[in-house]
């Protein structure tokens, strides 16, 4: 009798709806019309975003969220955007501090002008870099990859590390071997720092430590040599500066030291190209067969008059393609829809073209291209659970867009800067309608302004060494 009794519970209870398992989370975005850019997104169309407590995607769909979700906070975004932050892949963040100048300068010009103001102290340094990163992520650049060009003077790579990790923004570090040093010299200084920034490693901000390289910019073979040393001893991704100035003898001396990058082991697909402006077809079909990357940065190159990249060609044999606002003293303002569009339009331009590259090609470009070439992807770049929740609230009605036609036309073509209403990083809110919560964000301002109008003064001219490093 007892066990006919517990059968009929048992069936009893099985007999009742299951209940709905619950999932809790930080933040709750729905009804927004979700940008994914995942690979395989053919449309955004309405859906849902929920982030946890570590700051990563535990659900983003299509739709209404299931009904067993639950979190601290819920936004409805009807009407908006929510798309990925930004990644910019090739970044100073240190020039923020003199835009404007050298405006009638190319390249080198350029920097023989900026230099005395980017190398004055370590401070400055710190103050300088700080206020960059704010200012890329006002625009809504939640990543990245972040040159910080020490170059062996003393306590430089240590302060710009410390700006990056103070601002709140995601970053790749990019260290830079010192250029006058001997090997002995360059391996002691890259060894004291990289083990510097270890214990930061997956406990911040800090995506990871790499190479900001100038082989075959620098005639230095020794220097690109050791660069492929450390990048096979420590697995690190390297990003070159390479064939960017328009000046025909640099475009030939680069071209022929580019065998140094295979000789060294720097070539493959660990190591993507910043600029890559004046490749021959030769260069670009061994980029292309070693599985590199390359950084296009159409503000920067159109400031210093440095040419258009061939990005249809580019793509055509494969190469993988990312996008930076490069530093804000060559691109001035950081703006990735500027930088889309400029891109996009020059592209155009130089085909006659309408069709060669479109609004998604862009947008893809500045998100997980961008991602994918700083050896970031698994992290960023796309919405897309396990991923960090670094996501942007646009609202294409802040300034009237029309009807949204085409989602990704609109996004590229018709919005800008002053859409973001919010930036997230890490599923916390750091930016709302252009104003950076980062409660010393009005100080370090003000700071780089003081020592900036001291550092004026105190220079008889703005003029420096003349010189092909970034």
Same mark, same amino acid.
């Given at each position: 009798?007892?066990?006919?009794?517990?059968?009929?519970?048992?069936?009893?209870?099985?007999?009742?709806?299951?209940?709905?398992?619950?999932?809790?989370?930080?933040?709750?975005?729905?009804?927004?019309?979700?940008?994914?850019?995942?690979?395989?997104?053919?449309?955004?169309?309405?859906?849902?975003?929920?982030?946890?407590?570590?700051?990563?995607?535990?659900?983003?769909?299509?739709?209404?969220?299931?009904?067993?979700?639950?979190?601290?906070?819920?936004?409805?975004?009807?009407?908006?955007?929510?798309?990925?932050?930004?990644?910019?892949?090739?970044?100073?963040?240190?020039?923020?501090?003199?835009?404007?100048?050298?405006?009638?300068?190319?390249?080198?010009?350029?920097?023989?002008?900026?230099?005395?103001?980017?190398?004055?102290?370590?401070?400055?340094?710190?103050?300088?870099?700080?206020?960059?990163?704010?200012?890329?992520?006002?625009?809504?650049?939640?990543?990245?990859?972040?040159?910080?060009?020490?170059?062996?003077?003393?306590?430089?790579?240590?302060?710009?590390?410390?700006?990056?990790?103070?601002?709140?923004?995601?970053?790749?570090?990019?260290?830079?071997?010192?250029?006058?040093?001997?090997?002995?010299?360059?391996?002691?200084?890259?060894?004291?720092?990289?083990?510097?920034?270890?214990?930061?490693?997956?406990?911040?901000?800090?995506?990871?430590?790499?190479?900001?390289?100038?082989?075959?910019?620098?005639?230095?073979?020794?220097?690109?040599?050791?660069?492929?040393?450390?990048?096979?001893?420590?697995?690190?991704?390297?990003?070159?500066?390479?064939?960017?100035?328009?000046?025909?003898?640099?475009?030939?001396?680069?071209?022929?030291?580019?065998?140094?990058?295979?000789?060294?082991?720097?070539?493959?697909?660990?190591?993507?190209?910043?600029?890559?402006?004046?490749?021959?077809?030769?260069?670009?079909?061994?980029?292309?067969?070693?599985?590199?990357?390359?950084?296009?940065?159409?503000?920067?190159?159109?400031?210093?008059?440095?040419?258009?990249?061939?990005?249809?060609? *580019?793509? =055509?044999? @494969?190469?993988?393609?990312?996008?930076?606002?490069?530093?804000? $003293?060559?691109?001035? +303002?950081? %703006? !990735?829809?500027?930088?889309?569009?400029?891109?996009?339009?020059?592209?155009?331009?130089?085909?006659?073209?309408?069709?060669?590259?479109?609004?998604?090609?862009?947008?893809?470009?500045?998100?997980?291209?961008?991602?994918?070439? *700083?050896? =970031?992807? @698994?992290?960023?770049?796309?919405?897309?659970?396990?991923?960090? $929740?670094?996501?942007? +609230?646009? %609202? !294409?009605?802040?300034?009237?867009?029309?009807?949204?036609?085409?989602?990704?036309?609109?996004?590229?073509?018709?919005?800008?800067?002053?859409?973001?209403?919010?930036?997230?990083?890490?599923?916390?809110?750091?930016?709302?309608?252009?104003?950076?919560?980062?409660?010393?964000?009005?100080?370090?301002?003000?700071?780089? $302004?003081?020592?900036?109008?001291?550092?004026?003064?105190?220079?008889?001219?703005?003029?420096?060494?003349?010189?092909?490093?970034?």
């Amino acid at each position: 009798m007892r066990c006919l009794i517990l059968a009929c519970v048992a069936s009893a209870l099985a007999a009742l709806p299951l209940r709905a398992e619950v999932e809790v989370g930080r933040i709750l975005v729905k009804n927004a019309i979700l940008f994914t850019l995942q690979p395989d997104e053919t449309a955004p169309r309405r859906g849902y975003l929920l982030a946890g407590d570590d700051g990563k995607i535990l659900r983003v769909g299509y739709g209404d969220p299931p009904s067993g979700i639950r979190a601290t906070q819920t936004l409805d975004a009807t009407g908006k955007i929510l798309m990925p932050g930004f990644v910019s892949a090739h970044s100073h963040a240190y020039q923020a501090a003199t835009r404007g100048l050298a405006g009638d300068q190319a390249l080198d010009g350029w920097l023989a002008a900026n230099w005395p103001y980017w190398h004055a102290s370590a401070q400055d340094h710190y103050y300088d870099t700080l206020a960059g990163c704010f200012d890329l992520l006002r625009h809504g650049i939640t990543t990245a990859f972040n040159f910080n060009d020490g170059n062996g003077q003393p306590g430089f790579d240590v302060e710009g590390f410390k700006a990056e990790l103070a601002s709140g923004i995601r970053f790749v570090h990019g260290y830079c071997l010192p250029l006058k040093a001997t090997r002995e010299g360059r391996l002691a200084d890259f060894e004291a720092f990289y083990a510097y920034t270890r214990p930061f490693s997956g406990k911040t901000a800090f995506l990871g430590f790499a190479l900001g390289g100038y082989s075959c910019v620098v005639p230095d073979k020794d220097y690109a040599l050791l660069e492929g040393e450390i990048m096979q001893k420590y697995g690190l991704y390297n990003q070159a500066h390479y064939l960017e100035a328009a000046d025909p003898r640099q475009i030939e001396a680069q071209r022929a030291r580019f065998g140094w990058f295979a000789e060294s082991g720097e070539l493959g697909p660990r190591l993507s190209f910043g600029h890559l402006v004046h490749p021959d077809d030769s260069i670009l079909r061994q980029i292309a067969a070693s599985g590199a990357g390359m950084v296009w940065n159409p503000l920067s190159n159109g400031r210093l008059a440095s040419g258009t990249a061939d990005i249809p060609r *580019i793509r =055509a044999l @494969g190469i993988r393609v990312g996008m930076g606002v490069d530093g804000q $003293a060559s691109a001035d +303002i950081a %703006d !990735p829809f500027e930088n889309m569009r400029s891109g996009l339009y020059s592209i155009r331009s130089r085909y006659q073209d309408a069709s060669v590259l479109q609004p998604r090609d862009v947008l893809g470009f500045h998100t997980l291209g961008a991602a994918d070439v *700083i050896g =970031a992807a @698994g992290h960023v770049g796309s919405l897309e659970k396990g991923k960090y $929740a670094d996501f942007l +609230i646009i %609202d !294409p009605h802040r300034m009237e867009t029309g009807p949204m036609f085409d989602p990704y036309g609109t996004l590229v073509l018709a919005c800008g800067v002053p859409n973001i209403e919010k930036v997230y990083v890490g599923a916390r809110l750091i930016v709302e309608n252009g104003t950076c919560l980062n409660p010393d964000f009005a100080r370090v301002t003000a700071e780089v $302004a003081g020592r900036m109008a001291r550092l004026r003064a105190n220079l008889e001219a703005p003029t420096g060494p003349a010189t092909t490093r970034r």
